[in-house]
C-alpha cells in the first residue's frame, strides 16, 4: 500500500488514539480527512499542525455524509466508561449507525474499511487470555452495554456486509491503550493514577485492585491499526490489538508511585459495575498475519505519559 496515492478518513480522528493516528498517516503521505462531532474529542487537538493534506469536518458520523476516500478508518465513539456510560443512547448510536453509514460511504467509493472494535467485546471473559474466537461473557443490559453490545453489533453488521456485498473489511478490537494526548478527565486507571499521582492526591482504586488490564502504548496500537489498513491479504478477519502482558490495577499503582517518587497512598471506591476481573489478548494472530507486537514497555510508556501530563497540569 503506498500511503502518498491515498485519501483517508478518520473518523472519531480528534480523539485520543485518533489524533496519533492521524499524525501517522500523515506522516506516511496521505491526506487526511478527520470527521468528529467533537462530543469528546479536542477541537484543538491538531493547534500547531500546518499540512495543507490535513482537513478537519465536523460531522456527527449518526448521519450519512459523501467524500472521496480509499480507506475509512472508524474510531468514533467514546472508549472510557465514564464519557459512554454519561451518554448511553449517543454511544450506541454512534456504535451502530456510524458503523453503518461509514462502511456504506466505503462500499460508494471502493474502499478499504477498518473498523475500531473493543476487547469490551469479551466482557468479564471466562477464557484467558482472550483469542478472536471467543465469543465473550457480556451483560447486555448492565451499564456498560450501550459501548460493548453496540460494537458487538456493529461486529455483526459489517461481517454480514463483507459476506453478502464484499466490503474490504477488517477489525482491530482494541484492549487498554494509554500514553500522552488522554483527556486529563479521561477517566480510564492509567490518567486518572497519572493526575492524581501529579497532583499530589491518593490514587482512587475502584474494587480491591487485583483485577488485571494489559496496557498498550498509543504508538504501538497505533502502529497495529496501520499494520492492518495496509496489510491486503486480511479482509474479513478479526485482530486483537493490545499488550498481552497482563497487570494488575494494584500494580499499576505501585508503579505510578514509584515513578512520581511518592509514598503509595491508596483510597478504595467500590467496584464499577460490570468491571471485568481479567483482561488479556491472545496476539497470536496480529504476530502471523500482521508482524505486529508491542514494543513500548509499561515503564516507558509511563515515562513518557508522565512527562507530557506533568507540562499540561502546570
Known amino acids: 500500500m503506498n500511503w502518498q496515492d491515498q485519501h483517508v478518513i ?23 480527512t478527520v470527521l468528529d462531532n467533537f462530543h469528546t474529542g479536542m477541537r484543538d487537538r491538531f493547534a500547531g499542525v500546518s ?18 476516500c480509499d480507506l475509512i478508518i472508524n474510531l468514533a465513539c ?9 451518554a448511553p443512547l449517543e454511544t450506541w448510536r ?8 461509514l462502511s456504506e460511504l466505503a462500499l460508494r467509493q471502493g474502499a478499504r474499511f477498518v473498523q475500531a472494535s473493543t476487547s469490551e467485546v469479551y466482557g468479564d471473559p471466562l477464557e484467558h487470555p482472550q483469542r478472536e474466537s471467543y465469543c465473550g461473557n457480556v451483560s447486555f443490559t448492565g451499564p456498560r452495554a450501550c459501548y460493548d453490545e453496540g460494537k458487538r453489533a ?16 477488517r477489525i482491530a478490537r ?18 486518572n493514577f497519572v493526575v492524581q499521582a501529579l497532583s499530589g492526591r491518593v490514587l482512587t482504586i475502584y474494587g480491591d485492585g487485583l483485577q488485571t488490564r494489559s496496557f498498550c502504548y498509543v504508538s504501538d496500537t497505533v502502529d497495529g491499526l496501520l499494520a492492518l489498513a495496509e496489510t491486503d491479504d ?19 499503582a505501585n508503579l505510578v508511585a514509584e515513578m512520581t517518587k511518592q509514598d503509595l497512598s491508596v483510597q478504595n471506591g467500590p467496584a464499577a459495575g460490570d468491571d471485568p476481573r ?9 504476530r502471523a498475519i500482521l508482524g505486529w507486537s508491542p514494543k513500548v514497555s509499561l515503564e516507558e510508556g509511563l515515562r513518557s505519559t508522565l512527562a507530557e501530563f506533568r507540562g499540561r497540569l502546570s
Open 10 to 32: 478518520v473518523a472519531g480522528g480528534a480523539g485520543f488514539v485518533g489524533g496519533h493516528l492521524v499524525r501517522a498517516v500523515l506522516q506516511r503521505g496521505a491526506r487526511v
Open 278 to 286: 481479567r483482561r488479556c489478548p491472545d496476539i497470536s494472530r496480529a
Open 94 to 101: 454512534t456504535s451502530i449507525f456510524g458503523a453503518v453509514h
Open 154 to 169: 456493529a461486529e455483526t453488521y459489517l461481517m454480514d456486509l463483507h459476506r453478502e456485498v464484499g466490503l474490504d473489511l
Open 78 to 86: 467514546p472508549a472510557s466508561p465514564k464519557k459512554y456510560q454519561a
Open 174 to 191: 482494541i484492549f487498554n491503550t494509554y500514553g500522552p494526548g488522554m483527556a486529563l478527565d479521561d477517566g480510564r486507571v492509567v490518567s
Open 51 to 68: 499540512n495543507a493534506r490535513l482537513k478537519i469536518v465536523e460531522h456527527d458520523v449518526c448521519a450519512p455524509i459523501d467524500l472521496s
Open 234 to 252: 486480511c479482509a474479513d478477519k478479526i485482530f486483537n490489538i493490545g499488550n498481552p502482558k497482563e497487570q494488575s490495577v494494584l500494580d499499576l
